[in-house]
């Protein structure tokens, strides 16, 4: 189970964002991670990404693009 994220994990998650052309400064990644991970909209407009803790990082981001659309209202 995933104590802290890492750049590892970071690194996944602006792998899959910069694709979907979201900018880094609208990102806030949190460094302790949930269960289950999660995308929501900040009151400021940014998407928080929450790493899930119980699942590989390879196998989460998979979802991303959905979690990232369903916060957009999309």
């Known amino acids: 189970m995933l104590e802290v ?3 590892k ?3 996944a998650i602006f792998a899959v964002t910069d ?3 979201i900018h880094r400064e609208a ?4 460094l302790g991670p949930a269960a289950p991970g999660r ?5 400021s ?3 928080e990404i929450t ?3 119980a699942r590989p990082i390879d196998e989460w981001v998979t979802e991303l ?3 990232i659309a369903a916060a957009q209202g999309k």
Request: charged residues 25%; proline residues 11%.
């Open 45 to 47: 407009g940014k998407l």
């Open 5 to 7: 994220v890492t750049m």
């Open 65 to 67: 693009p959905r979690l």
């Open 27 to 30: 990102l806030v990644i949190p």
């Open 51 to 53: 790493v899930d803790a």
């Open 19 to 21: 694709a979907l052309g």
């Open 39 to 43: 995308v929501r909209r900040l009151p």
């Open 9 to 11: 994990e970071i690194d």
